[in-house]
């Protein structure tokens, strides 16, 4: 069965470093999606992504994050700057026309 | 604006004994339901989903959730429990449009005594 897939499974970081986040939807999905969650926290909504653009963000999507789908396979998120509460799971998720989205298994990110 | 409300962040249950998980939202459109399950270290699992049409719905491991209008709820219950139910449970909710950004309450960790 196809699935959504995420690299690294965790990765640790200093506080100002740059971490790009990658994830490879399943073929055929047509919407793109990041979601975080916080250590013991809901799962947050970040932003989503369709036909090459954003289509809707959230207010914790600020300027030091970026999203691309650089080929097409590929779906990134970037942090440029990294804060210490930027440490969360970071969770891809993809869909096609229908309701139903598909989660990756996370990455792990850990900001020190 | 459209939200979540889980009651219980936690749960427990001797195994055989019945699951229900709460689940209220609020929602300004006709919503979309849907139940994830997260076991330890992995990600999320679609359990099962409330779109349109027929208001009980059955989803894996024997999972099924009701939607009511009336009482903006869609509880999750399993008759039996088994030891590997244990995981936490979000709900969530989202509304129709391109987006369809997932909207999640704060989850209900469910643990099983045997």
């Known amino acids: 069965e196809p699935e959504v897939t995420q690299t690294p499974s965790h990765q640790v970081t200093q506080m100002g470093q740059e971490v790009i986040l990658r994830c490879v939807p399943i073929?055929?999905?047509?919407?793109f999606y990041w979601y975080r969650q916080i250590l013991g926290q809901k799962v947050e909504f970040l932003v989503s992504?369709?036909?090459?653009?954003?289509?809707?963000k959230s207010e914790i999507f600020d300027d030091q994050f970026s999203v691309e789908r650089p080929d097409g396979s590929n779906f990134t998120l970037k942090i440029r700057s990294t804060k210490l509460e930027d440490s969360a799971m970071y969770f891809c998720?993809?869909?096609?026309?229908?309701?139903?989205?598909?989660f990756g298994p996370g990455t792990r990110l850990t900001v020190t | 604006a459209q939200s979540v409300t889980q009651l219980g962040s936690h749960v427990s249950v001797s195994e055989g004994a019945l699951v229900l998980l709460r689940c209220n939202y609020s929602?300004?459109?006709?919503?979309?339901l849907f139940w994830y399950v997260q076991y330890p270290n992995q990600g999320l699992q679609l359990l099962l989903k409330?779109?349109?049409?027929?208001?009980l719905v059955k989803g894996i491991n024997g999972f099924e959730a009701e939607f009511k209008k009336s009482e903006t709820s869609f509880h999750l219950t399993k008759p039996s429990a088994h030891m590997s139910d244990a995981a936490e449970y979000f709900c969530?909710?989202?509304?129709?449009?391109?987006?369809?950004?997932?909207?999640f309450g704060q989850g209900t960790r469910l643990t099983i005594n045997p």
């Open positions: 992504f369709y036909n090459n653009e954003i289509s809707e």
């Open positions: 969530a909710v989202s509304a129709s449009g391109s987006a369809q950004k997932l909207v």
């Open positions: 929602s300004s459109v006709p919503p979309y």
């Open positions: 409330y779109t349109t049409g027929a208001t």
């Open positions: 073929s055929n999905h047509l919407y």
């Open positions: 998720a993809s869909r096609p026309y229908n309701y139903e989205q598909y």
